[in-house]
């Protein structure tokens, strides 16, 4: 029997810290340490969390500087290698 055909079960909600959760039966459980969530309805969808390369992008642009070497790089020319020994 698979996970769609189960009857509804019910589940215990209790809060953890200042969030609210909810205990799932053994049969429900999901593989990993986190979910995605989303409302559906009167509920809340819960699946197990996959890696979206998307959001993963889109999240390493939320934290690069825009600023960063926007005048190129700035630097003294090198060296004649003669002088290096001198």
Do not use: C
Not at 22 to 38: A, D, H, N, S
Request: proline share 12%; aromatic share 8%; charged share 30%.
């Amino acid at each position: 029997m698979n996970k769609q055909s189960l009857p509804p079960r019910y589940a215990k909600l209790f809060k953890h810290g200042g969030s609210q959760a909810v205990r799932l039966p053994k049969e429900f459980r999901m593989p990993g340490t986190e979910v995605t969530i989303r409302p559906m309805g009167r509920g809340v969808l819960i699946e197990p969390k996959e890696f979206d390369p998307t959001m993963w992008l889109a999240e390493l642009r939320a934290h690069q500087d825009p600023t960063f070497m926007e005048d190129g790089r700035q630097q003294p020319e090198n060296p004649d290698e003669k002088s290096i020994f001198d």
